[in-house]
């Protein structure tokens, strides 16, 4: 078992569904997307680019998906707090997943990353 696979391992339900959806939805967008723990946290890289992760927020206690580069993005539903670069999607692990949504999301940013914006 890779480490990664340990950080799904030991979550609870229902944030672990969550977790595990997530992962094949972002998997699936690309052939070159990898999955790695990185800081504690699963990241998703595309090649060898750390693009989006998955976390927990501590204020509000669910599960998300930050976007690496987020300060690309002006879509209201993602937030951006305190941070200068980075932007999350919060999901309540109550509710279905915006799977077209998050699709659309994950699309742009490795648009960023396909078309140079972001260097490879």
Known sequence: MKEVDNFYEKLEEPGKGVFLA???IILRQDKEV????KYG????CYKGKMF???WTHKK???????????K??????LLQEARSRMKIMLFDPEEDLPVERIEQIIEQA??????GIIKV
């Open 52 to 54: 989006c992760y998955l």
């Open 34 to 37: 990898t999955h790695v723990l």
């Open 110 to 115: 490795l648009h960023l990353y396909k078309t």
């Open 22 to 24: 997530l992962k094949e």
């Open 60 to 70: 509000y206690k669910k599960p998300y998906i930050g976007i690496v580069e987020g």
């Open 41 to 44: 946290m699963p990241f998703f």
């Open 72 to 77: 690309h993005f002006d879509e209201p539903f």
